[in-house]
């Protein structure tokens, strides 16, 4: 995995969880494919399940609702 974030200049937090998409990581969050996008409050709560990319300008109202 280290190879091919250096290789692709990938940015971000990475994660592994052993047990691949069956893994208590995949389950509980619903991770069904990868990349994966989900914004949580402050307090580690998820907001949004299935937030939408980092580029996409509708999380910029998501992320600004948190904020008030």
Known sequence: ????IQQ???NGTMLRSSGGW???VCRFFHISSIPR??????N???INNDAP?????SI????KKLLE
Do not use: W
């Open 8 to 10: 692709n200049q990938l």
């Open 22 to 24: 069956n893994s208590a």
């Open 44 to 46: 580690g709560d998820i």
């Open 37 to 42: 996008y989900m914004l949580m409050d402050k």
């Open 60 to 63: 910029y109202n998501e992320i």
């Open 53 to 57: 990319r980092p580029s996409d300008e």
């Open 1 to 4: 995995m280290e190879a091919a």
